[in-house]
């Protein structure tokens, strides 16, 4: 069975530093790795994902990720974080028709 | 303006009174999907359906039921609620192949079961 795992449930981060949130992979097909964002009484929204080709994934407002297999992670960056960033973020992977998504990870943004 | 909408978007019930919140999508998406969210637990999912007619359970199907009569609405049915369905519900829906494809969320219904 696939699987993701988040690693922090949150992260607090100084506004204009960078943003890191940790998420491992599980599976032994090539994965199919998403991120999503959750803003505050909103739904889901994806942020980037990686299916195949370039490791390095650009996304929305800023983010990307990296797709290591030798550490089977997939880890969101951004430079310079914004007090807009606070959310909460998903790490996602696809396999048996669903996406099996992580716990998530509660940024919050200091100013 | 392309959108999935659930209604309601709040509901507050007693056990065992049969509830349905409705899924509504206007992108003509084959695959639409049932999550729900629970602290600490992120999102798993109730059920899936690949077309009209065409649905299979997902991980946390007990409790629950969906039909897919026609291609834009996919209800969620709760026959019996219980208290542990205390849950924030999403509906997703998605073009083929919806592993490459996003898939787009719903805002979401929040529902209480006392």
């Known amino acids: 069975a696939q699987s993701v795992t988040q690693l922090g449930s949150h992260v607090s981060v100084s506004e204009g530093a960078l943003v890191l949130l940790r998420c491992n992979y599980s599976?032994?097909?090539?994965?199919?790795l998403f991120w999503y964002v959750q803003y505050p009484n909103q739904g889901l929204q994806l942020l980037l994902k990686y299916t195949t080709g370039a490791t390095l994934v650009k996304g929305i407002n800023g983010f990307e990720a990296e797709f290591k297999k030798s550490e089977t992670s997939f880890h969101l960056t951004k430079p310079s974080a914004h007090m807009s960033d606070a959310a909460e973020y998903f790490c996602?992977?696809?396999?048996?028709?669903?996406?099996?998504f992580g716990t998530g990870t509660r940024l919050t943004i200091i100013p | 303006e392309a959108q999935v909408t659930q209604n309601p978007r709040y509901l507050i019930t007693v056990t065992g009174k049969k509830l349905t919140v409705t899924c509504s999508q206007n992108m003509n998406h084959e695959y639409m999907s049932w999550y729900r969210q629970d602290p600490g637990l992120g999102l798993r999912q109730i059920y899936y359906s690949m077309n009209v007619e065409v649905t299979d359970k997902g991980d946390v199907p007990e409790g629950y039921k969906v039909s897919r009569k026609e291609k834009r609405n996919f209800p969620l049915i709760l026959e019996s609620p219980s208290p542990n369905q205390t849950s924030l519900y999403f509906c997703a829906s998605s073009s083929e192949p919806v592993i490459i494809n996003e898939q787009f969320f719903g805002p979401g219904t929040r529902l209480t079961v006392l």
């Open positions: 599976s032994s097909v090539p994965p199919y």
């Open positions: 996602a992977i696809f396999g048996n028709e669903k996406l099996t």
